[in-house]
């Protein structure tokens, strides 16, 4: 009968094996040690672990542009009666010396000016939405006098250059926009931009899709240009679009129809006067500031058009 191994020589050799496995351990938690070191030290690290990079995600977060949905309207009081101005600017730069319109350009400058100078006659603007809750809800207004600062077609130089001057001031202004014609090389405002005016607190309205001349379109081109330019706006830009504004004016009641249907709330023309919540909110007058119109002319005639209302119903205009 063989003899059993020696128990001797059997501690022995375990007392190897685990004095070598303690080694390998040791050695482990040193390379392990010195990788956790070189990342802290170098501010790397995946995962959800270094404190390194928390403050640069944190600042990253906080600038970027917050766009919040509006508040559902719960009545607030009484209906409001007050008039409003609403004004109408194209392009906010000088006029080029072959512009055939000089009257669609106001230099910036000018432009500040005159918010400027609205700002101390106690005016503060406002969109069309919130006149309209105002009349129909009671929601209170801004403090001061309300204005509305409507924008045309969409060219950049309103991001560019009256963007700037209302942020400053705390104001919002209305954009008009019309989703083709005038691209980005042409003086065209981008989708980017319009973001960031929507992001701003700025209202999103729309011309319709090209600035067509309305009233000699077909039905189908009517529903075109009205209500699927609504709903394209709606899905590029997350917005109500609650408001129509007539291409040059040019209406009749077919165009009227077609805006109802489309369900917009109202709509603007190019007749002078205040817009009043007793007239009819597809024909709302405005204001057009033409170039070179100084500060005090402004003043002067926005008090003239609300002592002088405006003209009935007149469904072409120019």
Known sequence: MAAGPDPRRRRRREAKYARRRRTAAAAALTVVGAAVAAIVLSGGGGGAASPAKKPATVAKRSSAPRCVPAARVVRAGPDGTASVPI????????APANAPFPGLYTVPSLFAAQMHALAAAGYHAV???EVWNYWHHGTPLPAGR???ISFDNG???QYREAFPVLRAMGW???ENLQLSGL????????????RALVCAGWELDTQGYNH???PALSASELNFQVAVARQRIRALYHVAADWFCYPSGQYDPAVIDAVKAAGFRGSTTVIKGWASPGEDPYTLPRLEVLGGTSPQTLLSELDEIRSDPPPGPSYVTS
């Open 87 to 94: 004004l109408m600017y194209h392009v906010i730069l000088p």
């Open 127 to 129: 969109t069309m939405n």
């Open 146 to 148: 309300p204005i509305v």
């Open 155 to 157: 060219y950049e130089s």
């Open 172 to 174: 919002v202004g209305v």
């Open 183 to 194: 691209p980005p090389s042409q003086g065209g405002i981008t989708q980017r931009e319009v």
């Open 212 to 214: 067509a001349d309305l």
